[in-house]
């Protein structure tokens, strides 16, 4: 098992960034592909990027694509998302997810661990 505790959100105006942390407990991080997702007041939990165990394979929603950066640090048992560019339809609830098998998903029902999630509000 992993339990997931995210950080790093807040207020921020349109146009600004925030890096998301997501620390891991346990000695098996590196086993997991891990995941962003988010939720919007009122609508279903988004995909929005996910990475593979080893870093080396990332995957991007059309809306953040090249604006986000999804990286990890195994050593540290911690997974980050850079935020860029914010735009106040970014405005959400930010988990990370973990996921037992090896490979990328944009799936939620694919992750089987997530976290209590952080809020990020972009104003305009």
């Known amino acids: 098992q992993v339990q997931l505790v995210e950080s790093g959100g807040g207020l921020v105006q349109a146009g600004g960034s925030l890096r998301l942390s997501c620390a891991a407990s346990?000695?098996?991080?590196?086993?997991?592909?891990m995941g962003w997702f988010r939720q919007a007041l009122g609508k279903e939990r988004e995909f929005v990027a996910a990475?593979?165990?080893?870093?080396?394979?990332?995957s991007y929603a059309d809306s953040v694509k090249g604006r986000f950066t999804i990286s990890r640090e195994n050593a540290k048992n911690t997974l980050y998302l850079e935020m860029n560019s914010l735009k106040p339809e970014d405005t959400g609830v930010y988990y990370c997810?973990?996921?037992?098998?090896?490979?990328?998903?944009?799936?939620?029902?694919?992750?089987?661990?997530w976290g209590q999630g952080t809020q990020v509000t972009v104003s305009s």
């Open positions: 997810a973990a996921r037992p098998r090896y490979g990328i998903s944009t799936s939620y029902a694919e992750y089987g661990y």
């Open positions: 990475i593979t165990q080893g870093g080396g394979t990332t």
């Open positions: 346990g000695r098996t991080f590196s086993s997991y592909a």
